[in-house]
């Protein structure tokens, strides 16, 4: 499987962007997908997950309100739409997939099987 980000770029505060990812592949739909993010010197975290059994999501709480997360089995996607986007959302966002992963592991980056190579947000302030 490989998974392929777009649309990151540059956005003032307060502004909006809209991630996606594509897969390769037949599977799609036995995957659940994550979005995770790495600033400068920090740990890679978890931002948002959704299931692949019912398309549960689960959010991190920095962006809970602000982040929608959807898939589109059909066409292999995953989207990320963001919202009244802060300085502290700034960093590279990577798309993840964990082949029938349980949504206990959603948040655990070590239990995805593949990884997108990162597209990158910036807020200015």
């Known amino acids: 499987v490989q998974l392929v980000e777009s649309g990151g770029g540059l956005v003032q505060a307060g502004g909006s962007l809209r991630l996606s990812c594509v897969a390769s592949g037949r599977t799609f739909s036995s995957y659940t997908m994550g979005w995770f993010r790495q600033a400068p010197g920090k740990e890679r975290e978890f931002v948002v997950g959704?299931?692949?059994?019912?398309?549960?999501?689960y959010y991190a709480d920095p962006v809970k309100g602000r982040f929608t997360i959807s898939r589109d089995n059909a066409k292999n996607t995953v989207d990320l739409q963001m919202k009244s986007l802060k300085p502290e959302d700034t960093a590279v966002y990577y798309c993840?997939?964990?082949?029938?992963?349980?949504?206990?592991?959603?948040?655990?980056?070590?239990?995805?099987?593949?990884w997108g190579q990162g597209t990158q947000v910036t807020v200015s302030s």
């Open positions: 993840a997939a964990g082949i029938t992963m349980p949504p206990y592991r959603i948040a655990q980056p070590n239990y995805y099987d593949y």
């Open positions: 959704i299931s692949w059994s019912d398309s549960s999501t």
